[in-house]
């Protein structure tokens, strides 16, 4: 699968040429063994269920299941020295101070402190942001049904 032309990297183009959203190399919607086969594997052990985790040279994949088996979120977080880099989402990385998140994003739905991080939510993308010292430290992607990336992002004024 390689990335299609589509929203800034959001979206898979799959067989047929037809696009899917998703995060990184995961769609939404694939099942536990199509997930397998990209590499991923269950995590350490006292992991949540239904769960899988991809590593590549410093950036790891975690990505979750309903309960019919399909993948229904994927988020990820790379280590400072990184190879591997997590994909943007509407053009935000991950290091990325939080007073640059406002322009692309606009105000976030909600924001709530867990221990020393602050999560950032932005229901209508299905994005939540978990930062650290006021920087990305994870980006996480779930599906939102009845819009596009494409028309979210029109909406929110971040396409030129």
């Known amino acids: 699968m390689a ?9 898979q183009t799959v067989a047929l040429g037809r696009e899917a959203p998703g995060y990184g190399p995961f769609l939404f919607g694939m099942t ?9 594997v269950p995590p350490p052990a006292g992991a949540r269920p239904r769960r899988l985790a991809l590593i590549r040279d410093g950036a790891t994949y975690t990505v979750e ?3 019919g088996g399909r993948l229904q979120r994927a ?28 322009r692309p994003l606009g105000t976030p739905d ?6 020393s991080d602050v999560v950032l939510e932005y229901s ?15 980006i996480a992607r779930s599906p939102v049904h009845g819009q596009s990336d494409l028309m979210w992002l029109a909406l929110h004024r971040a396409l030129p």
């Open 3 to 11: 990335c299609g032309a589509g929203a800034i990297g959001l979206t």
């Open 32 to 40: 536990e063994t199509e997930a397998r086969n990209l590499g991923a």
């Open 65 to 67: 299941f309903d309960n």
């Open 75 to 102: 988020a990820c977080r790379q280590s400072p020295d990184a190879i591997q880099r997590c994909a943007d989402a509407y053009g935000i990385r991950i290091g990325m101070p939080e007073g640059e998140l406002q």
């Open 110 to 115: 909600s924001r709530r402190t867990q221990g």
């Open 124 to 138: 209508a993308a299905g994005l939540q942001l978990r930062l650290n010292e006021a920087a990305v430290t994870e």
